[in-house]
């Protein structure tokens, strides 16, 4: 299956707000509300941030929100702080009980 | 405190064949999916494939299919991830992923990776 849609950078001021879109088909984004984002460093393990498309696991800044409309997901980040400078990646449980990612946003905070 | 650690990476040739493991600990592992995600070096987050608490259902992607075969011992809260025929193209760091799928569906807790390199 292919590779959901993300934008390949984004980047934004410190204290600024960004959004980072994931964007798949009726057969797994617009099908299910199965979307998580992960965070991932240089050189480090992805760590999960949203999951069922707007839930923050325990531990995870309110700074991060998520939502959905249709076929497309969106990660926004409020109050950018320098530690958010990372790779960003959206998943979405498919229509085949499958998984699928985003190919990955770069967010840095100038 | 979960904990997640591959294991089993390396150097193999194309078309030889190499058995990654995932040792957890901290949470009920028979009760749990887990899941195989891979990153070739410089690239994004690649899904290869899921199995279920008993080892009863799996998939994978298509990628893996035909190649590939998860597996687990939940005598020995142990996963692994059978590859053959590997190309060059499968060269990247493994991680297995704990895998939350009641009421939902995320990878909530990540080993630190294995990296398996195929290239002669």
């Known amino acids: 299956q292919s590779a959901l849609t993300q934008p390949a950078s984004v980047s934004g001021s410190p204290g600024q707000s960004i959004t980072i879109s994931c964007t798949g088909t009726?057969?797994?984004?617009?099908?299910?509300?199965?979307v998580s984002w992960y965070q991932q460093h240089p050189g480090k393990a992805p760590k999960l941030m949203i999951y069922?498309?707007?839930n923050r696991p325990s531990g995870v800044s309110n700074r991060f929100s998520g939502s959905k409309s249709g076929n497309t997901a969106s990660l926004t980040i409020s109050g950018l702080q320098a530690e958010d400078e990372a790779d960003y990646y959206c998943?979405?449980?498919?229509?085949?009980?499958?998984?699928?990612f985003g190919a990955g946003t770069k967010v840095t905070v100038l | 405190e979960v904990q997640l650690l591959e294991s089993g990476g390396g150097l193999v040739q194309p078309g030889g064949s190499q058995r990654l493991s995932c040792a957890a600990s901290?949470?009920?592992?028979?009760?749990?999916?887990m899941t195989w995600v891979r990153q070739a070096p410089g690239k994004g987050l690649e899904w290869v494939s899921i199995?279920?608490?008993?080892?009863?259902?799996?998939h994978y992607a298509d990628s893996a299919k035909g190649r590939f075969s998860v597996s687990r011992d939940n005598s020995k809260n142990t996963l692994y991830l059978q590859m053959n025929s590997l190309r060059a193209e499968d060269t990247a760091v493994y991680y297995c992923?704990?895998?939350?799928?009641?009421?939902?569906?995320?990878?909530?807790?990540w080993g630190q990776g294995t990296l398996v390199t195929v290239s002669s």
């Open positions: 901290g949470f009920s592992f028979s009760t749990h999916h």
């Open positions: 009726s057969s797994d984004v617009g099908a299910y509300n199965y």
């Open positions: 069922n498309v707007s």
């Open positions: 998943n979405s449980y498919t229509s085949s009980s499958t998984s699928v």
């Open positions: 199995i279920s608490g008993n080892g009863g259902i799996t």
């Open positions: 992923a704990k895998t939350w799928v009641s009421g939902g569906y995320c990878f909530d807790y």
